[in-house]
């Protein structure tokens, strides 16, 4: 009996401190994951006047991740940093241009939401229009192709056979 009775002691022991364990590790991820995401956001500087600027350029450019948003509508943590990047650059003194600049450098023309025509960049402003263009052209041909086409007549034994095929299923006769 008191054998039984020392084995669970020490098993209540053992569940004890693989709840304390347990409890350490989910106390330390939840403490650590609000300072992540702390991290991983473009922290403001305060001055509203940079602040508005941010913004500003940040409508602008484009997420690279998100491909449909500006990096000011982006949660991404790509647009964290290149807003982190433009704040730096205000606080570091330089002008709107040259942080666009800067920007098209480094990730290109279509990082800028209009981005100028261009050799390199007629593709992003004729390549819609150039697409329904030749989407109607296409749609024209069909329909005149179809048009061309006369219906087949039936013999008389096809007919016959349709009518009975569409008797079967339960379609009505004409």
């Excluded at 084995?7 to 347990?22: G, N």
């Excluded at 003194?93 to 025509?117: A, C, S, T, W």
Aim: charged share 25%; with cysteine.
């Amino acid at each position: 009996m008191v054998e039984r009775l020392r084995s669970c002691v020490v098993a209540a022991r053992e569940s004890a401190l693989v709840l304390r364990r347990l409890l350490v590790v989910m106390l330390l991820v939840l403490g650590i994951q609000p300072a992540m995401a702390v991290e991983g956001m473009a922290q403001p500087v305060g001055d509203p006047v940079v602040e508005a600027r941010v913004n500003k350029l940040a409508e602008e450019l484009r997420c690279l991740t998100c491909m449909g948003q500006s990096i000011a509508d982006s949660q991404s943590s790509f647009s964290a940093d290149m807003k982190r990047e433009i704040r730096a650059m205000i606080v570091a003194g330089k002008n709107d241009k040259e942080i666009m600049e800067f920007m098209v450098q480094r990730y290109g023309d279509f990082v800028l939401y209009r981005p100028p025509v261009k050799s390199t960049t007629w593709v992003l402003w004729a390549g819609p229009f150039l697409f329904l263009i030749l989407s109607l052209i296409f749609l024209l041909m069909k329909l005149r192709k179809r048009r061309g086409q006369d219906a087949a007549e039936l013999s008389a034994s096809e007919h016959q056979q349709a009518i009975e095929l569409l008797g079967k299923r339960g379609v009505d006769r004409p």
